[in-house]
């Protein structure tokens, strides 16, 4: 079974940084594409990075570039996301999600079926 948990949301003012977390089990985790997305107040949800199995190829959401960054490990079976720079509109619940595998396409979030419980972040002054 697919099993995908986050930490380390919480609250932050503006400007500030966060490192989110995200242990997976249950599944060949070094085999499968990765992402992160986000669910704001009265918003649909959306995507903010999507990574590769080996952390070769990555993908950002427009308003996120150069701010926030993905990586994983996968000695650990675990998925980052930093954070910085922080804004009031990157207030949401943060969702990681197990993507295809090697032969399929990181970039399509359509492609991501698997969902963590999510971790709130805050952004507040």
């Known amino acids: 079974e697919v099993q995908l948990v986050e930490s380390g949301g919480g609250l932050v003012q503006p400007g500030g940084s966060l490192r989110l977390s995200c242990a997976a089990s249950?599944?060949?985790?070094?085999?499968?594409?990765m992402g992160w997305f986000r669910q704001g107040p009265g918003k649909e949800r959306e995507w903010v990075a999507l990574d590769s199995p080996a952390n070769t190829l990555t993908y950002y959401i427009d308003s996120v570039k150069g701010r926030f960054t993905i990586s994983r490990d996968n000695a650990k079976n675990t998925l980052y996301l930093e954070m910085r720079s922080l804004t009031f509109e990157d207030t949401a619940m943060y969702y990681c999600?197990?993507?295809?595998?090697?032969?399929?396409?990181?970039?399509?979030?359509?492609?991501?079926?698997?969902w963590g419980q999510g971790t709130q972040v805050s952004v507040s002054s």
């Open positions: 999600a197990k993507g295809p595998s090697i032969y399929g396409d990181c970039s399509r979030p359509s492609n991501y079926n698997s």
């Open positions: 249950g599944y060949n985790y070094r085999n499968y594409c």
